[in-house]
């Protein structure tokens, strides 16, 4: 747009003449700039949030106010549709003070947008700095779930069948729980599997063994045990006889 109102402003002198000053052309880039700057205007007043603050609603209105002083200004020699010769009207058109105030209103513009987005960005920082606490608190209550439920009992559990005379009792958190079942599961089992050796080394050294002791009523460990007991008294016997 200045160098359209240069152009005008000078069209009668040599050096602008002698650089191929051409008034249609510089009459259609002011139009297409009026444009440009009119469809600006609207879509800034269109594209402002609600949330603006003072500063921000009042840069915008200065801005609106010296727009339509200027358009007021130029939309009688845009409307025209053809350029002008230059005439002391066209100089007034193009002379007026609002040139200056409009330049100042979109500096003042300019810098409370450039603060507002700013504040923005500041904001969706600190917004995002609390999800991320937000998803690191939820991470790590996560994970101390897994460990209370999954871990912790894990670990205890291969201590205690690592060292079963050292393993203590089930800790208060673990009582009534599956793993306290499981755990006494295989120390009977445990158990049971020192009985038998003791049993088998008893019946390897000849001795007479005391059958292993039933732990419920369908305990076939022990009816074996019985059973065999039996049947060795038995064959003494009939090798007494024999003798």
């Known amino acids: 747009m200045e160098r359209s109102l240069l152009g ?59 727009w339509l002083q200027t358009r007021s200004r130029l939309a009688e020699y845009i409307a025209a549709n053809q350029p002008h010769r230059i005439s002391l009207t066209t100089l007034r058109t193009f002379s007026f003070r609002g040139q ?18 700013a504040r923005d960005a500041q904001q969706s920082l600190q917004a995002m700095g609390g999800y991320v606490t937000g998803l690191l608190v939820a991470l790590s209550l996560f994970i101390g779930l897994l460990w209370h439920r999954w871990a912790r009992p894990l670990r205890w559990f291969q201590r205690a069948l690592a060292h079963p005379d050292c393993g203590g009792e089930t800790p208060p958190s673990l009582k009534g729980t599956e793993w306290e079942a499981i755990l006494q ?5 445990e158990r049971r599997l020192r009985e038998v050796e003791v049993f088998m080394r008893d019946l390897a050294m000849g001795r007479a063994p005391e059958p292993l002791k ?28 024999a003798v």
């Open 100 to 117: 200056d105030t409009i330049d100042a209103a979109l500096r003042d513009f300019k810098a409370v947008f450039q603060r507002q987005l």
């Open 8 to 66: 005008l402003a000078h069209a009668d002198s040599r050096k602008i003449r002698f650089a191929g000053y051409d008034e249609t052309r510089l009459y259609t880039e002011l139009r297409h700039a009026y444009q440009q700057a009119n469809d600006a205007v609207s879509n800034i007043l269109t594209a402002v949030s609600d949330d603006a603050d003072f500063q921000f609603y009042r840069a915008m209105l200065r801005l609106e106010l010296e």
């Open 214 to 241: 039933p732990s419920d009523s369908t305990d076939s460990l022990a009816r074996s045990s019985a059973w065999l007991i039996k049947r060795i008294e038995e064959l003494r016997s009939e090798r007494r006889e």
């Open 185 to 189: 599961r295989v120390a009977f089992q």
